[in-house]
């Protein structure tokens, strides 16, 4: 008997930030029942649709915000923050018509963000993310003790960073060193790894140019990760080898940072549709 069951299927909106690509869902209007499964699905590149993740666009909780993120590993993990996708969202609810204004407030795990968009004829060209201020107490999820060998900076921006500073970034393994130190002892719920050396530190208060490769919890090498980016802009400023403004050059492209006086970190860069397309969960 021929199976007649409708296999639901989903639209869905593939962005990218410098790379970092993922799978974006307006939950407001459809569902996604299994999020950290259909991660899995959808954001292999063999058999999917081929992703760093998914990111599903909701509603807020708060009357006082305008939408909600939540985000997924290729893993299937969940992220607490993502500035990229977050710049991403600025640029989707924009023209998408969803929203009107140039700052759009985003509930996240780690908090509430505000994205400033710049918007020329109609199209958002880039978003600057207050992402907050960074956090280097060592947090609950860390032992305390580096992972031997290594002489790296704690940062958090509302997630995880182990920031190491190199001579050569091209002589460094990152996939082999990331995953070794992801799964390092020293973290016990896993961590994200940046290389960073720095390629341009001019005298003047320009910005330092810092090459920076990352190994992202969950998903492995990625193009771009805006968190990652401004925690090597905050350790390489706290460390004494760059000021308070930094030109982050990743494998996808530049992400622009400052650490304010005012303590909060921004980070401007783009944001890009890729494609449209429906796809079963």
Known sequence: MTDTTTIKKIPFTKMQGAGNDYIYVNTLLYSVPDPEATAIKWSDRHFGIGSDGLVLIGAPKSKENDFSMRIFNADGSEA?????ASRCIGKYVYERGLFK??????ETLSGVKVLKLHIEDGHVKSVTVDMGEPAFEVPAQFTGTKPAGTDGTFVSMGN???VNFVDDIKEIDVAG???QLEFSPS???RCNIEFAQITAHPASSAATSIRTRVWERGSGITWACGTGACATAVAAAKTGRAGRRSDIVMDGGTLHIEWGD???VRMTGPAEFVFDGEKEC
């Open 160 to 162: 995880p960073h182990y």
């Open 80 to 84: 607490m923050m993502c500035g990229n």
């Open 101 to 106: 204004g140039d700052t759009v407030r985003l």
């Open 177 to 179: 060193l990331g995953k």
């Open 187 to 189: 973290f016990p719920e």
């Open 262 to 264: 005012d303590n909060h």
